[in-house]
């Protein structure tokens, strides 16, 4: 049974609801009430570049060192001829995106544009040597032999590469173009920044939060003078019936509109479509809000998620619930309604559970419509299973809980943030024996973040529900803009996309601290546990923040 469209997007607001009542309310404190823990949300491509498909293939070989086609790309260094893979010295690391060369350690690398290559007369270099015109003959020597046109040999540092014909062949049409090669939505005068909003619906009020804040975040920017003198220009792209509509939206504004980046695009439920839309125009993509982050294997590098998803949260519950019961080898049942996003979820947790040695892992799945609480809970406690995560909805854990209750059996429970509504009706017995991962906390908030948002709020007039939301959409706001700095006034997709993967604990302010890498798109990659107090009706923290590794 597939995820209905409704489900994941309603699966994403209760999540966004529930965390709502984490933030910009006060430290994270033992006694924080379930009514001030989730009521506030309540009450407060091709045509766009211009290259060609083999220009886009020899592209990633110039800037990457891999080939499209995964076939091996290796280079040789210094008169010892060392192997090591191409993707170690791509050609940009030393020439450059843009191909004139970067000085370092008193190597100065030829500028490799065609221009420069190609001028029609005899060239003297600056080591007094002359040579005549490249050819395409000539360039492919020089990568792969390290001579010149004259035949002299180039310079010790220049690695020599060897990858298959085809693969060369895409090299050199996309080295016609470097230094002509420019992205979108990026001018002398701005920066062209699109979001995805739903606008009709349960979920519009959420799409008017993403607009609100997005809007004003990005207003504060441009009057303090932009980013290099370039103002923020915000384009607004709506979701649709289907993921593929959506997808079509997507694709159809990102060329129209000429959209340089996506920031706190509403992804839920059209995951996989943007994240691949987004990889076949190299579009970053920062901050989308989602429960199911695309982290699979080959990572598409051009998005970074903000917080962890519901894989991962679940990833934080075996490891908190692995340290809590050491010793217990019992194992533990995995409940599950049978859908495609809870199957990425059970497999992240046999995983995880074969790293911890959690013990034996009992799986059962159910189909919601037919979901009996009493006979299932005749069934599991029979078990002897004294730990169980439950990926169903919060009525259906506490209904289950219910008829546990009656049979005198009360294991320990855990939930992800997004199964935790009406979770305050489980009976008694259950006390400080329900866990749930949340992704982010009151703690993550700094005093100059909360300042900084309540002003904003203030001045604009932001609005007082989804909360969650718009922290998250001004989080991410704050890391693309943190982004463009680092990269400078000569920024592209690519320099912004090398310049995220070196963020390292990054501060929002607003949000978890944010890291990124090479191999890793899930910026606080984690989650924080907290328990129940029933008598009380309070939420408790049950842990700092949980690693998953």
Not at 9 to 31: D, N, Y
Not at 198 to 222: C, M, S, W
Not at 297 to 307: E, G, I, K, Q, S
Request: aromatic share 6%; charged share 20%; hydrophobic share 40%.
């Amino acid at each position: 049974m597939r995820l209905s469209r409704t489900t994941k997007l309603r699966a994403a607001a209760i999540c966004l609801t529930l965390v709502a009542g984490l933030l910009v309310a006060r430290p994270f404190t033992r006694g924080v009430t379930a009514q001030a823990f989730l009521a506030q949300e309540a009450t407060a491509p091709t045509a766009a570049t211009g290259l060609t498909p083999q220009e886009k293939r020899g592209k990633q070989i110039y800037v990457q060192g891999t080939t499209a086609a995964g076939r091996e790309v290796l280079a040789y260094v210094g008169d010892a001829s060392i192997e090591v893979p191409g993707s170690t010295l791509p050609c940009a690391n030393c020439h450059g995106l843009d191909g004139q060369g970067k000085p370092e350690g008193g190597v100065i690398p030829t500028n490799i544009s065609w221009e420069a290559l190609t001028k029609p007369y005899e060239v003297t270099q600056l080591s007094g040597r002359k040579r005549p015109p490249y050819t395409e003959r000539a360039l492919e020597l020089a990568m792969t032999r390290g001579l010149d046109p004259a035949g002299n040999k180039l310079h010790v540092a220049m690695p020599r590469y060897q990858m298959a014909r085809e693969d060369m062949a895409d090299l050199v049409a996309y080295l016609k173009r470097v230094g002509q090669d420019r992205d979108p939505g990026l001018t002398e005068k701005s920066i062209t920044v699109g979001t995805i909003v739903p606008v009709k619906g349960e979920l519009a009020g959420v799409g008017q939060a993403i607009r609100a804040a997005l809007t004003a975040y990005f207003d504060e920017v441009n009057g303090r003078g932009g980013i290099y003198n370039r103002k923020v220009e915000l384009k607004f792209i709506e979701t649709a019936e289907t993921p593929a509509a959506t997808a079509a939206n997507l694709r159809r504004s990102l060329q129209d509109e000429q959209v340089f980046v996506l920031v706190s695009a509403f992804t839920a439920g059209a995951d996989r479509e943007i994240a691949a839309l987004a990889d076949e125009l190299g579009v970053p993509v920062i901050g989308p809000l989602t429960l199911s982050p695309q982290t699979g294997r080959p990572l598409n590098r051009h998005v970074f998620y903000l917080l962890s998803g519901m894989e991962e949260q679940a990833r934080a519950l075996v490891n908190y619930a692995s340290q809590k019961a050491q010793g217990d080898k019992a194992g533990v049942l995995v409940v599950y309604p049978e859908n495609e996003l809870n199957a990425g979820v059970v497999a992240a947790v046999k995983d995880q559970c074969q790293k911890n040695a959690c013990g034996p892992i009992e799986t059962h799945g159910y189909q919601r419509a037919q979901f009996d609480a009493q006979a299932l809970a005749g069934k599991f406690s029979k078990t002897g299973k004294q730990l169980v995560l439950f990926l169903g909805a919060g009525e259906e854990a506490v209904a289950l809980m219910k008829e546990a209750d009656k049979l005198n059996w009360s294991p320990v429970v855990y939930l992800t943030g997004a199964g935790g509504s009406g979770i305050m009706e489980a009976p008694l017995s259950f006390s400080r024996k329900i866990y749930l991962a949340f992704p982010t906390a009151p703690v993550d908030q700094t005093a100059d973040g909360v300042r900084e948002f309540r002003a904003l709020a203030a001045k604009y007039g932001l609005p007082r529900t989804h909360l969650a939301t718009q922290l998250s959409a001004q989080g991410a706001g704050k890391i693309l803009v943190e982004g463009l700095k680092r990269a400078g006034r000569d920024v592209s997709r690519e320099k912004l996309i090398e310049t995220l993967e070196g963020l390292d604990q990054f501060v929002t302010g607003l949000t978890p601290a944010v890291t990124y890498g090479p191999n890793r798109r899930i910026g606080a990659l984690g989650a924080y546990v907290v328990t129940i107090d029933l008598e009380k009706k309070e939420f408790v923290p049950a842990s700092d923040w949980v690693n998953v590794n």
